[in-house]
């Protein structure tokens, strides 16, 4: 994020320390950034920070950002950006034996202001500019060791076939993308695609995981 806003603004301290940072818009507005890194993970500790954030900066906007997993898919993959237009948590959960979890569902949209803006980017591309010009080169994906993959033998296969679309021979190398839509989130760091079974029978829409939490603040000056 830093490298992303590199124009210095100083740095504002209250309840906790922000790097301020200016940002230019393409219809040439400038905007202040207040960045935001979280002492620890977690929901609780994001919602700590947001409202001091919110308690020391009034912004005019609250952006989370992030490092998510994303789910097997035809249209995206690693290096993609996904906008989320809604946040399912999946952080309450009911275990009961012999039967599957359930989940006190939560979250919900993007402020309804921003979800019409969200729904156009693909109209403004020529606004954005080549935003991925300076973006580093995607890492190389290897799939070939024996512990590579794991779940059921038919996650696997479909694993796979994604990856062999995306990063195997005969693949055409192309810049990153964007997508937007639903994303979940949850305390837990999923690796076990057993947990992810019921979030996409409650949610087949589902484009990626929110694993890792940054909060962005940006406000006007």
């Known amino acids: 994020m830093l490298d992303a806003f590199p124009s210095s603004a100083g740095v504002h301290r209250g309840r906790r320390e922000y790097t301020l940072r200016y940002a230019k ?3 040439g507005s400038r905007y202040t950034v207040a960045i935001l890194r979280q002492v620890e993970q977690g929901n609780g500790e994001a919602q700590d920070a947001a ?5 020391d900066l009034d912004p005019s906007l609250l952006v989370v950002v992030g490092i998510a997993g994303g789910l097997p898919s035809d249209d995206i993959t ?3 950006v996904v906008i989320a237009t809604r946040v399912n948590d999946y952080s309450v959960e009911a275990r009961k034996t012999r039967t599957k979890p359930s989940y006190s569902l939560s979250g919900g949209p993007i402020a309804k202001e921003l979800q019409g803006r969200v729904a156009n980017l693909a109209g403004r591309e020529r606004e954005l500019g080549k935003w991925t010009a300076k973006l580093p080169q995607r890492p190389r994906v290897s799939w070939s060791r024996a512990d590579a993959l ?3 033998k038919r996650w696997q296969a479909e694993v796979k076939e994604k990856l062999d679309a995306h990063f195997g021979r005969g693949a055409k190398a192309r810049a ?3 997508s937007a839509g639903a994303i979940a989130s949850s305390d837990k760091l999923v690796k076990d695609p057993k947990v992810l079974f ?3 029978e409650t949610a087949r829409h589902l484009l990626a995981i929110d694993t890792i939490r940054l909060a962005v603040e940006r406000r006007a000056p």
Do not use: M
Request: glycine share 10%; net charge negative; hydrophobic share 40%.
């Open 176 to 178: 990153p993308i964007f």
């Open 198 to 200: 019921p979030w996409i």
């Open 51 to 55: 409202r001091d954030l919110l308690d």
């Open 78 to 80: 690693l290096g993609d």
């Open 25 to 27: 818009t393409a219809e």
């Open 150 to 152: 794991y779940g059921p």
